[in-house]
C-alpha cells in the first residue's frame, strides 16, 4: 500500500491556467512533509517544508498547504517554466533518520 | 553556500562489471548522506544513508554497498552489476540532525547493458 499517492499523474495546463496538486498521505505522526521540482535528466530541487497542519508557505507563483491527510501544491498562473515533475515527500514519528517516503509525482505541462 | 557534486553523469557497463559512483558536498560540515536510485514509473528509492565516517545504514538488500570513507564524500559501488541495477542514481544530503529537507545531486544516470 502506497504510504504517499500524488494525483494526478500528469496535468496539462495553458500558460496563465492556475490549478492544484494533491499529495495524500497515510503515515501516521507526521514529522514533516516536502516538495520538490524535478527537471527532466536532474536531481530534484527543494521548494518546501511543511510540518503541521494549517501551515502554508509560498515562493513565485507556487503556494504550499498542509492539512492532516493531504497537501497542495497551488500554482497560480503558471508559465512554460513552471513545466516539471512535482515531488512530495513525507517523513515520520518512529521512521528512521534517513527515510523520505516519496510519491510517485506529478507530471506539470504549461503550453504557451 | 552549499554544493553536492556526483560524477560520472552518466556511464554505460556491461552486465557483471564493477561500479563506483560518488558523491562530494561543500559548504557544510557533518552533513547526513544519502544514496537514492529513481527507476521509470517509480517514486524515489532509498539505498543507503550515513550519519558519519564509515557509519552506513541500508534499506535495501541488493547487491550494492555504500562507503563514506571522508566526512563530505559517499561512494556507492557494486563488484557485479546486474540488468535490474540501471537508473538514476541519486546522491543527497541533509544537516546532521536528520529531520529537515535533503537536497539533492545532479544525478548519475547508470544503463547496464
Known amino acids: 500500500e502506497d504510504q504517499v499517492t500524488q494525483s494526478p499523474e500528469a496535468l496539462r495546463l495553458q500558460e496563465g491556467e492556475s490549478s492544484s496538486l494533491n499529495c495524500s498521505y497515510t503515515?501516521?505522526?507526521?514529522?514533516?512533509l516536502f516538495w520538490y521540482r524535478q527537471d527532466p535528466g536532474k536531481g530534484p530541487e527543494f521548494l518546501f517544508t511543511?510540518?503541521?497542519a494549517g501551515e502554508e508557505k509560498e515562493k513565485e507563483r507556487l503556494k504550499a498547504t498542509l492539512t492532516k491527510k493531504e497537501s497542495f501544491l497551488h500554482i497560480t498562473a503558471p508559465k512554460p517554466e513552471d513545466s516539471a515533475t512535482y515531488l512530495c515527500?513525507?517523513?515520520?514519528?518512529?521512521?528512521?533518520?534517513?527515510?523520505?517516503?516519496f510519491g510517485k509525482g506529478t507530471k506539470l505541462s504549461v503550453k504557451p | 553556500s552549499q554544493t553536492i557534486h556526483q560524477w560520472p553523469a552518466t556511464l554505460v557497463q556491461p552486465v557483471g562489471s564493477p561500479l563506483s559512483l560518488e558523491c562530494t558536498v561543500e559548504?557544510?560540515?557533518?552533513?547526513?548522506l544519502y544514496w537514492y536510485r529513481q527507476a521509470a514509473g517509480r517514486g524515489l528509492q532509498l539505498l543507503f544513508y550515513?550519519?558519519?565516517?564509515?557509519?552506513i545504514s541500508s534499506e535495501v538488500p541488493q547487491n550494492l554497498s555504500a562507503s563514506r570513507p571522508q566526512d563530505r564524500q559517499f561512494i556507492l559501488s557494486s563488484k557485479k552489476l546486474l540488468l535490474s541495477d540501471s537508473g538514476f542514481y541519486l546522491c543527497?544530503?541533509?544537516?546532521?540532525?536528520?529531520?529537515?529537507?535533503?537536497?539533492f545531486g545532479p544525478g548519475t544516470r547508470l544503463t547496464v547493458t
Open positions: 543527497a544530503w541533509s544537516v546532521r540532525t536528520g529531520y529537515d529537507e535533503q537536497y
Open positions: 503515515v501516521s505522526g507526521l514529522r514533516g
Open positions: 511543511l510540518y503541521s
Open positions: 515527500a513525507v517523513r515520520y514519528y518512529g521512521g528512521s533518520q534517513g527515510n523520505l517516503i
Open positions: 559548504g557544510t560540515s557533518n552533513p547526513n
Open positions: 550515513s550519519v558519519g565516517i564509515g557509519q
